[in-house]
Structure formats: C-alpha cells, structure tokens
C-alpha cells in the first residue's frame, strides 16, 4: 500500500511563507509515483475538508482553488517520489492541516497531515 509523509508545516507570521513536502513510498502494485495525480487538501477547524492544488500524472497540469491562485504553486519531482506545495503571501485563513493525497483511478491515499498556523 502506499504510504504518504507530510513534512515543513508550522507556525508563521501573515504575509509569510512555507513548502510542504509529501514523501511517497509503498509502489508495490507495479505503479509507480508518476502513474499517480496529486493533491493537496486542507480542513480548518469547524470547516469540511477542501481541495487545494491538484497536479496530473502525465504530462503537467495544475489547478488551485480559487482563494490561493497567485500564491500558491504545487510542483512534483517524480525521481524524489515527492510532491510539494509552496505557499507565500500566508492569510491567517489558510490555517489548517494539510493533507496530501494520491489519486489513481480508485485508488486513494492520504498521509497523516502537517499542520500549518498562519497568526501574529
């Protein structure tokens, strides 16, 4: 099964920055990483869970919600299994934990979540 590690969140002033990292592992279907869309999601507190940036399997394409265009930019690095999220220009809004999933098909997988607080 595939196993997904968040790592780089924290507590940073507004108007800050952070990149989040998601490590993969756990290939053992006979995909690998690039086979996989990626995504970021996060839920605030008292808030459902919502889709933040999403990066294909194949050749790239990206998307970002509406409230972090312009600040946001998710990248991948296949030969790391690896999937990021660079965040700038922090709005005490974006606190939450942020989650990164692993889309193939019906195939679907989460790490554990990173926590990122946005606060003065």
């Known amino acids: 099964q595939v196993q997904l590690v968040e790592s780089g969140g924290g507590l940073v002033q507004p108007g800050g920055s952070l990149r989040l990292s998601c490590a993969a592992s756990?290939?053992?279907?006979?995909?690998?990483?690039?086979?996989?869309?990626m995504r970021w999601y996060r839920r605030a507190p008292g808030k459902e869970r919502e889709l933040v940036a999403g990066?294909?399997?194949?050749?790239?394409?990206?998307m970002y919600a509406d409230s972090v265009k312009g600040r946001f930019a998710i990248s991948r690095a296949n030969a790391k299994n690896t999937v990021y999220l660079q965040m700038n220009s922090l709005k005490r809004e974006a606190t939450a934990v942020y989650y990164c999933n692993a889309l193939r098909f019906s195939e679907d997988y989460w790490g554990q979540g990173t926590q990122v607080t946005v606060s003065s």
């Open positions: 990066i294909t399997s194949g050749i790239i394409g990206r």
């Open positions: 756990g290939f053992t279907s006979g995909f690998t990483f690039s086979s996989y869309d």
